[in-house]
């Protein structure tokens, strides 16, 4: 994203621009708040969800009047992902925290506070949930679609950030919410910069869909392959079925505790943990590492080339294979490392193995004594696997291996595409450019 400061001073050279509340914009543009784009002819136009004690658990139903929780608020999106219910009477009741198709709710909580989306036309009414913000937009004076764009926009959006409360969770009352500057300008000016940002968003929708679409082809013939559903031409051999113990040498730090804070070090050998695993990938843009006389205690959980690594504790599922030389690398307490004890085993077969629906259905269907998501180093040796001749393996793993790449190559598009988008919002919600009306 181009850099606000250097951007303003850029500007500031040019004639026609102001200093605001929201920094330096065209002279023609004026800063209102956002309580001002609401439409003051509609009751309610802009007010929050309903206490929690006037919506619990209890007041849920099976069907009705769908709910909007906080988990549906996208950051620009409408996710569709958790459906619950109330009775109509209970609708009704809660008339001012009703929403409807085509309006504007944003979060009261993060993360990221204030984010926003359009609600769908999936359903005739909605209601709020307590950290919802219902907006409907004064259609004569603001674009709607441009008022969604600018409050998820960096600059309403770490304004929303710096007036909201919370240390471990950030939240924003409707009262902070509606004191925060947002921007006015014609309202042509707003249609044509509304229209050309959506035309991005229509490409980043497609190249979205399109990633799904390919990870689901890759996810169905994972299902074939690694069970001997789908198998290639030449390969008639029976599979085997082993433990994973006995196939892995299985290992981890002795007990939940492993080292203490005061062992974590500014640098020196890397520590890998869950957060380091990203969609299955490894991720150490946030490095944690241990001092070197804590890391030489273990010589048997060094990180090695062809590791897998796996979350015992927490965020189950997560699997990461070891390509690369890390150097100094060792695991955190919450991990374990597999390791081949045979020749006859792949261990990326194995990976993408544990990669697969129902190895993650499997494990993070375990929970420990104390209700949190746990699985032993036992538990882990007893999954039982079947598997091919390391031939049929290798052929597998070939073509799971292209099918990663072309996904990686789509994933590299759609991130470029939603830069450049960032890019061009930073250019016109802020006038450095302006659209010809």
């Known amino acids: 994203m181009i850099d606000t400061d250097i951007n303003n001073k850029a500007i500031l050279e040019k004639e026609g621009y102001k200093e605001t509340k929201l920094g330096l914009i065209p002279e023609d543009w004026s800063v209102c708040t956002f309580g001002d784009i609401a439409d003051k002819k509609v009751k309610w136009s802009i007010t929050g969800g309903p206490f929690g004690s006037n919506l619990k658990a209890e007041h849920y139903r099976d069907e009705g009047i769908r709910i909007i929780q906080l988990q549906n608020i996208?950051?620009?999106?409408?996710r569709d992902n958790s459906k619950i219910y109330t009775s109509l009477d209970k609708a009704d009741e809660l008339l001012a925290c009703n929403i409807f198709p085509g309006e504007i709710i944003l979060s009261k909580m993060g993360d990221p506070v204030a984010r926003a989306c359009k609600i769908p036309s999936t359903e005739k009414r909605w209601v709020m949930g307590s950290d919802g913000i219902r907006l409907v937009v004064d259609e004569s004076k603001y674009d709607k679609r441009f008022v969604l764009d600018y409050i998820n926009y960096s600059i309403f959006r770490n304004l929303a950030i710096s007036r909201s409360t919370g240390s471990t969770r950030r939240r924003i009352g409707l009262v902070d919410l509606k004191k925060i500057p947002f921007i006015k300008l014609p309202l042509t000016e707003q249609q044509k910069i509304a229209k050309i940002l959506n035309t991005w968003d229509k490409a980043i929708l497609a190249q979205e869909k399109l990633i799904a679409e390919k990870q689901e082809l890759k996810n169905g013939l994972m299902q074939q392959l690694l069970t001997g559903k789908k198998r290639f031409s030449g390969f008639t051999e029976d599979w085997k079925t082993s433990k994973l113990g006995d196939i892995f040498t299985?290992?981890?730090?002795?007990?939940?505790?492993?080292?203490?804070?005061?062992?974590?070090?500014d640098e020196g050998p890397l520590v890998i943990g869950a957060k380091h695993i990203k969609n299955q990938l490894l991720n150490l843009s946030d490095p944690t590492h241990l001092s070197l006389e804590k890391y030489e205690e273990s010589p048997e959980i060094m990180i090695k080339i062809n590791d897998l690594l796996i979350v015992q504790r927490g965020s189950l599922g997560k699997i990461a294979i070891i390509e690369n030389d890390l150097g100094k690398a060792t695991i955190n307490p919450s991990m374990a490392i597999l390791r081949p004890k045979r020749n006859d085993i792949s261990v990326k077969f194995i990976y993408y193995f544990l990669c697969s629906d129902f190895s993650q259905k499997l494990i993070m269907s375990e929970t420990g004594s104390t209700g949190v998501p746990m699985i032993s180093q036992k538990q882990i040796g007893t999954f039982k696997m079947h598997y091919p001749s390391i031939q049929e393996q290798d052929k597998i793993v070939d073509l799971m291996q292209e099918m990663d790449k072309e996904l990686l190559s789509m994933v590299s598009s759609l991130q470029n595409l939603n830069k450049q988008k960032q890019g061009l919002m930073q250019q016109l919600l802020t006038g450095e450019k302006r659209v010809k009306i």
């Open 250 to 265: 299985i290992q981890g730090r002795v007990g939940w505790k492993g080292y203490k804070k005061e062992d974590l070090r």
């Open 74 to 78: 996208g950051d620009g999106e409408f």
